[in-house]
């Protein structure tokens, strides 16, 4: 269970809850709740079917390009590193698309899933052998994603209890996290390059 619990926490903050909340809050300004909550629908679909594409089929990746687990790990977790960084920064920029058709992308691809969340689920899928400990992964990853869908489908009641400036600073909170997850899997990937090559 705590197994469970940690990849469900991690997953969570890959997914960076408090920004998507943000650039959805931006993109659907002026929306009646029924529109809003349809479209949190759809990215939430969205979300979950590219996160299991990636999730599964991620260690093909690197058996096709002849990319080691450690490399990938060092180069996901730069992509982390900026990613969170920009959100510490508070470079929240909301694209400027036609709001009938966004719910794939931007919303669910970049905004929700991006090249730092991508490379991270590259990564535990490589490193995740056993098909109880994929299960145990994937049922965390799924439970984050429709979390934060949920977190979609509320969030004109979050922007009235947290208002902009709690969802910034939420959202800087969860680039801080992200940026200590990078760290640590930029460090984990470069001992291990090292080590091989001694």
Known sequence: MQTWINI???FFFLLTPFFVISIFLAMTGGWDARPRRALAVRVTIAVLF??????????????IFGITLDAFRVGAGALLFL??????????????????GIAVVPL????????ATTGALLVMSGELGSPSEKIVAGSAMLSAAVVVGVMLMT????????????LGILSKLTGLILVSMAAQMIFTGARNLLAHSA
Request: charged share 15%.
């Open 50 to 63: 590219t996160c299991t594409a990636l999730f599964l089929f991620g260690g093909y990746v690197f058996a």
């Open 8 to 10: 469900f926490l991690k």
């Open 83 to 100: 990613s969170g960084l920009s959100l510490t920064r508070g470079e929240i920029v909301a694209p400027a698309e036609d709001a009938g």
């Open 108 to 115: 669910a691809i970049p905004v929700t899933v991006g090249p």
């Open 155 to 166: 969030s004109g009641a979050l922007e009235r209890r947290l208002g902009r400036t709690g």
